[in-house]
């Protein structure tokens, strides 16, 4: 079963040359530490800023200089900071190839849910219904059961919906899945000690499995 970083890797093999991605809350963030250095591409946060860098080391961390999730991070040479209007701007035009989120749920069809719990504060909606109605590509990194074991890939979301019909792609702790356009949940390769009959038990919704699935190399 993968840790938060490795889902992280996993999730950077998935980059391209040339794209624009934004990193979302959470475990996405991890994904900037693993992006190929022979790979030109440009980190996009909603605060304002692109052209973000890998997380810093203490000697490099700079206050002021943070990303969406009020995480410190490190601008790469030609970054450039500005408001966020100018910032949603870029996502509603349809300017991010991909962006990376955290859920707490994702349906059999590529629902969305990763905002609110009901009966839970938050401070708001942020970026993310921005971000799924408007990229290219929408890759979620998630794990794959709650804590008491409850399946969080399911036939139809249960908490209040981001987006519907967005997601591409999910990288569990368990597996790599990608949603058909028909819906349904395609088992393309397994965690590290993962057997497919363990994501088979852990998945609630539609699950396709075709010929032998591969183990994850990171």
Known sequence: ML?????AKRIAKEINDGMYINLGIGIPTLVANFIPTNLNVVLQS???LLGIGPFPTEAEVAADLINAGKQTITMMPGSSLFNSAESF???RGGHVDLTILGA?????NGDIANWKVPGKMVKGMGGAMDLVASAKNIIVAMQHCSKDGASKLLKKCTLPITGINCVKKIVSDMAVLDILPTGGFKLIERA???SVEQIKNATEGKLIVEGTIPEMVL
């Open 3 to 7: 840790d938060k970083v490795g889902i």
């Open 192 to 194: 590290p000690g993962i």
């Open 46 to 48: 909603e605060n304002g």
């Open 104 to 108: 707490m749920e994702v349906s059999e």
């Open 89 to 91: 701007a870029m996502i």
